[in-house]
């Protein structure tokens, strides 16, 4: 059987970055199960497992706009601090559920200062090439 749409796909993989380090892994854990071709992937990954079958290992490299987009200066905003409850104490590396014109979405607290506050609202791995080494553990019939 081979990876095609609506397949439940299982797979280990490794996740570094350009240098080398390991970002993330199912190495310890269950393999990782999902639906092919229902943006359950990033699609850069996605696409290079369609067609394979249940062994195969590959690596594939995945370029940021077939990951989690480039990296936008427009989401990193300067807040008022007024605009955060001021019983929280705010630290850098903190993130909070921001609502937005295109719905919720998470940010993460970069600078502060006496009277701003500096949110990104960027993914962690935007503007970054993935680097992913993945075995493919099985592949079966989706169920209703």
Excluded: C, W
Aim: proline residues 4%; hydrophobic residues 35%; aromatic residues 6%.
């Amino acid at each position: 059987m081979t990876i095609t749409k609506d397949k439940v796909v299982s797979i280990n993989y490794t996740l570094k970055d350009a240098d080398g380090n390991e970002l993330d892994s199912s190495k310890n854990t269950e393999p990782l199960e999902y639906l092919h071709g229902n943006g359950q992937l990033i699609p850069g990954l996605e696409m290079q497992l369609e067609g394979k079958t249940k062994g195969e290992k590959l690596s594939a490299v995945v370029e940021p706009k077939d990951a989690y987009g480039e990296y936008d200066e427009k989401l990193v905003i300067e807040v008022p601090r007024t605009q955060f409850d001021a019983e929280t104490q705010i630290e850098v590396g903190m993130q909070f559920q921001a609502d937005t014109a295109g719905g919720p979405t998470i940010v993460k607290v970069t600078k502060i200062t006496d009277d701003k506050i500096t949110v990104d609202a960027n993914h962690d791995l935007a503007g970054k090439t993935l680097y992913f080494d993945v075995e493919i553990m099985d592949i079966r019939d989706a169920k209703p």
